[in-house]
C-alpha cells in the first residue's frame, strides 16, 4: 500500500500556541509563547539524553543527593541544569524553583522576565533503570503587578498558575499542555525537531474503570481512602470492580487518567502526614491540567488548586481524574467528618 504523503498542514505546539493567543484577542506580548519555546527545547535535550542514556552511561547514580535527600541520577542533574539554563537565558523568568535545588532561583536583572516557573527537572526518575516512561512537570505563575520577582511570587495558590504542563519520555515524547483554555497533547517529531499537536482538545471521561493508588501502603492509609477503595474493589452486586493500575510515575499515571480516566491518589496518610507529592511543581501543575481537562483534583477535603504554600518544597495528598470518581472519595471524607 502506497505512503500516506506527508502532511503539509503542520500544527506545531508554537504555532497553537500563538492561535491560541491570537483567538482570545489577548494583549499577547509573545513573551509566554517564547517562554514555551525554552521549554520546548529542555524538552527535546532531555527526551534524546533519556533515550540515549543507557548508551552513554548517564543512568546510575550522580554521587550526590538533591534537597529531598534522594540520590541524585545523572540524567537528573543534567535535565536540572539545562532547564535552569534554558529558562534563564529565555530572558522571560523572574524567579525558578526545581525539585533539585534547595533554594529558588532569583534571575538577574539582566535577565529577568515577567514569570515563575516551579519545576520537576526529571520526576519518577527512580524508574530511569528500569527503562519507565518518566517526565518533566512544570507550572508557571505570571510575577504580581509591581513585584520584581521574589519567592511570594511563587508562594500563590494553583489556580493562579497562567500555564502547566508535562513532557512524557516513552516511545516517543508527548508535551500535554494548557494555557488556561482547556488541554492540548503534542508528540515530538524528532526528525523535525517539532511538538505537533496529536491530541487536540484533551477531555477527561466523567468516569473511568481505573484506580492508581500505591496500595503498598494500604496499612497507612486513613479510613476514608479504604473506605472508599472497598467501594471500588467490591462494588455492589451487579457493578464491576474497577481495575488496578499503578505505575509509580507521576507523569505516566496521570497521562493515562486524563486520556482514560478514573482516578489517581497519593492521599496523605499515617506514613506521609504532610502526603508525598509536591505542592509546587507536581500536585499544582497535575491539578490545573486534570480541571483544564474536566475532572477534579482535591485532597480529600480541599481543592488542590486552592491550597496557599508556606514553603517552596511542601507536600500535599492528593487525588485527581475523572470528576465523578473524585467526587466519590469526597463524599467519604464528608461522611468520616459528620
Ligand atoms: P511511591 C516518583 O518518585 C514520585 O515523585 C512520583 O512520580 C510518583 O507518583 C510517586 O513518587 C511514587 O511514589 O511511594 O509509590 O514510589
Known amino acids: ?26 494583549a499577547a506580548t509573545g513573551d509566554l509563547t517564547l517562554l514555551l519555546t525554552a521549554i520546548q527545547l529542555t524538552s527535546k535535550f532531555i527526551a534524546t539524553n533519556v533515550r540515549k542514556a543507557r548508551l552513554i552511561n548517564l543512568v546510575g547514580l550522580a554521587g550526590d543527593t538533591n534537597v529531598q535527600g534522594e540520590e541524585q541520577k545523572k540524567l537528573d542533574v543534567l535535565s536540572n541544569d539545562i532547564m535552569v539554563n534554558a529558562l534563564r537565558a529565555s530572558g522571560k523568568t523572574a524567579v525558578l524553583v526545581s525539585e533539585e535545588l534547595e533554594d529558588a532561583v532569583i534571575i538577574e536583572d539582566t535577565h529577568k522576565g515577567k514569570y515563575c516557573v516551579v519545576f520537576d527537572p526529571l520526576d519518577g526518575s527512580s524508574n530511569i533503570d528500569a527503562g519507565v516512561n518518566i517526565g518533566t512537570i512544570f507550572g508557571i505563575y505570571e510575577i504580581a503587578k509591581g513585584s520584581k520577582g521574589t519567592i511570594a511570587d511563587v508562594l500563590r495558590p494553583g489556580h493562579t498558575m497562567v500555564a502547566a504542563g508535562y513532557t512524557m519520555y516513552g516511545s516517543s515524547a ?60 467490591y462494588p455492589p452486586a451487579g457493578k464491576s470492580p474497577y481495575s488496578a493500575r499503578y505505575i509509580g510515575s507521576m507523569v ?42 474536566g475532572g477534579l483534583a482535591t485532597t ?20 485527581l481524574g475523572s470528576k465523578d470518581d473524585v467526587a466519590d472519595v469526597i463524599k467519604f471524607y464528608e461522611a468520616e467528618s459528620k
Do not use: C, W
Open 1 to 26: 500500500m502506497s505512503e500516506q504523503p506527508p502532511s503539509t498542514d503542520l500544527i506545531t505546539l508554537t504555532r497553537h500556541v500563538l492561535m491560541e493567543q491570537f483567538r482570545l484577542g489577548s
Open 174 to 233: 508527548n508535551l500535554v499542555l494548557s494555557t488556561g483554555n482547556g488541554v492540548n497533547g503534542y508528540t515530538l517529531d524528532a526528525s523535525l525537531g517539532e511538538f505537533i499537536l496529536t491530541h487536540p482538545d484533551i477531555k477527561i471521561p466523567s468516569r473511568g474503570k481505573i484506580y492508581s493508588f500505591n496500595e503498598g501502603n494500604s496499612m497507612y492509609f486513613d479510613t476514608p481512602t479504604v473506605n472508599y477503595l472497598n467501594s471500588i474493589k
Open 300 to 319: 480529600g477535603t480541599k481543592r488542590v488548586l486552592d491550597i496557599e504554600p508556606t514553603s517552596i518544597h511542601e507536600r500535599t495528598g492528593i487525588y
Open 252 to 293: 505516566a499515571d496521570v497521562h493515562r487518567t486524563l486520556l482514560y480516566g478514573g482516578i489517581f491518589g497519593y492521599p496523605t496518610d499515617k506514613k506521609s502526614k504532610k502526603g508525598k507529592l509536591r505542592l509546587l511543581y507536581e500536585a499544582f501543575p497535575m491539578a490545573f491540567l486534570t480541571e483544564q481537562a
